[in-house]
């Protein structure tokens, strides 16, 4: 007899919401995971898209102000060798495609991206401040 979990009616459902993928727009896919990491100059987000060529990424602002992130999935088909073939087969990689709001601060024109060791990276310059000199008076006392 193979071991079958059963849900007990007086366990909480939380998980069961929490780890739900209905509300997902693409069930079944994994995002990247992204990195930001923010200094005194810019914020800089990390993409992992590993074995990912530069010539497959596509970034951008669109004219709402968001940084918009394409990673499209170009499979090459090779020849297999007949001698032999998969029993299981689980490298795969899916299009992604995803719209970040950028903060106030960003210089949008200057936004810069590079592919390097499965990372794409994204530096986006933060506007310098411009420190202004006010004058005013002191109450004497």
Not at 5 to 15: A, H, I, K, Q, Y
Not at 129 to 140: F, H, R, S
Request: hydrophobic share 35%.
């Amino acid at each position: 007899m193979l071991p079958v979990m059963l849900r007990n009616s007086w366990f909480p459902t939380v998980f069961d919401d929490f780890l739900s993928s209905d509300l997902m727009p693409h069930t079944g896919s994994t995002a990247p995971a992204v990195n930001v990491k923010e200094d005194e100059t810019a914020y800089t987000m990390e993409v992992a898209a590993p074995g990912i060529k530069k010539e497959y990424c596509r970034v951008n602002v669109n004219e709402d102000g968001s940084l918009h992130i394409a990673i499209e999935n170009k499979l090459e088909h090779k020849e297999e060798d007949k001698k032999s073939h998969f029993l299981r087969r689980e490298f795969s990689y899916s299009n992604y495609e995803q719209s970040y709001t950028l903060p106030d601060d960003v210089d949008a024109k200057n936004i810069s991206a590079k592919v390097d060791n499965g990372i794409l990276t994204v530096v986006l310059p933060k506007l310098k401040k411009e420190e202004k000199k006010i004058a005013y008076n002191v109450d004497v006392k």
